[in-house]
Every structure is written in structure tokens, then in C-alpha cells.
């Protein structure tokens, strides 16, 4: 008995005193995901990499609008989301009390507008990847003016494109203007 009291108050607390006192989880806890729809570029990532369905996104061709949705009440905290996005506008946090009265507070969404295409004026991609896009592009060391300059490669949509390519149109994938841009430069 008194080897036992012993082992005991060696021991010491192996019990939290939570609820009564905040519960620190340890820094790589995997809690709710935390959005910041501001650093959001709608790209899309994320909701490709959801495994469970959590995360989606919707397109509504009459308003020109992109829907991002969040459903927490799918989550399972995989951080898939996380490792995607380009832009960190997703980031795991460590909250984990998550219980609410309404089902509707465990969505979170963001709308985001489309840019229409230059040639056939259907929306089809959000403007904020678009500039995101170019701002790549000034990052990787092209002047403003000439990321400026691929703006309507970016402003139109694969299809017309394609088509443009098909019937002889001087339009060239962005890809390939840029290598071809390159090889002439390492001449
Ligand atoms: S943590 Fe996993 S399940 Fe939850 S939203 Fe991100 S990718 Fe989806
Ligand atoms: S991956 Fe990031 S930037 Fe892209 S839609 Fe998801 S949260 Fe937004």
C-alpha cells in the first residue's frame, strides 16, 4: 500500500483540470481550419484536395460569381487544405471546441466574381487568380508591363483558346510563349 502511495505522488496530475481551466493542445494539433477569404484567390485546390467533401465550390454563370463553401460539420481535420493552397488563405488552427445551436454557424462561405472571356464574354475564371497570376509573373522577373502585356492570354477561356489555335488565330498558350520567350533569350 505505501509502495503504491508512493508510485501515486511521483505520478503526480496525469488529469487536466479542463473545463475549469483552458486545455493547451500541443503545437502540431490538427483543430478547425481557419479561412481568410481576403488571401483567397478561389483557385480551387482546396476543394479538389478535400477528401471528405468539406470543402466545395459552385458557379453561377448568370450572376458571374464563384460560391467557396465550408461545411465543418464534415471536416476530418486531414490538412489536405492546408498543404495546397498556394496562397495560405487556409490554415489548420488549434481550436477544437466546436459544438454550436445552430447547424448553419458550422458553414462558411465566400463569393468571389469571374472575369468574362474576351472572346466569347462567358465567365469563367475568378479575376483574383487572374491577378494573382500576374503578379506570379512580375515575382518570377518580368516587368509590370510585360506580365501586363499576357493579360488577354489570361482573360480568355481554354475554349476559345483552343479554338483559336485550331483555326490558325496568332493566339499562343501562355507555356509556350513564355518557353519560346526563353530559348531566344538563351541564344
Ligand atoms: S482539413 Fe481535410 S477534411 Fe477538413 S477541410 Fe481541410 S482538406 Fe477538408
Ligand atoms: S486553395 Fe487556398 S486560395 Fe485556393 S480556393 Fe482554397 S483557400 Fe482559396
Redesign the pocket.
Known amino acids: 500500500m505505501l509502495k503504491l502511495l508512493k508510485t501515486i505522488i511521483k505520478a503526480g496530475d496525469v488529469t487536466e483540470k479542463y473545463p475549469f481551466k483552458p486545455y493547451e493542445v500541443s503545437d502540431n494539433f490538427r483543430g478547425k ?1 481557419e479561412y481568410n477569404a481576403e488571401q483567397c484567390i478561389a483557385c480551387a485546390a ?1 476543394t479538389m ?4 467533401n ?2 466545395t465550390m459552385s458557379t453561377d454563370t448568370a450572376s458571374g460569381e464563384r460560391k467557396w463553401l ?1 461545411f465543418l460539420g464534415r ?7 492546408e498543404e495546397v493552397c498556394p496562397t495560405k488563405a487556409i490554415r ?1 488552427s488549434q481550436e477544437f471546441e466546436l459544438a454550436v445551436f445552430n447547424k448553419q454557424d458550422l458553414f462558411q462561405e465566400a463569393i468571389f466574381q469571374l472575369t468574362d472571356c474576351r472572346v466569347c464574354q462567358r465567365p469563367f475564371a475568378p479575376r483574383k487568380s487572374i491577378e494573382h497570376a500576374i503578379a506570379l509573373l512580375v515575382q518570377s522577373g518580368l516587368s509590370l508591363q510585360e506580365a501586363e502585356a499576357r493579360r488577354p492570354l489570361f482573360e480568355t477561356c481554354p475554349n476559345c483558346k483552343r479554338q483559336q489555335n485550331v483555326t490558325g488565330s496568332p493566339t499562343i498558350f501562355l507555356g509556350q510563349h513564355i518557353n519560346q520567350e526563353r530559348k531566344e533569350a538563351a541564344k
Do not use: K, S, Y
Open positions: 481550419p482546396c484536395a478535400c477528401p471528405a468539406a470543402l465550408f471536416c476530418i481535420f486531414c490538412g489536405r487544405c489548420l
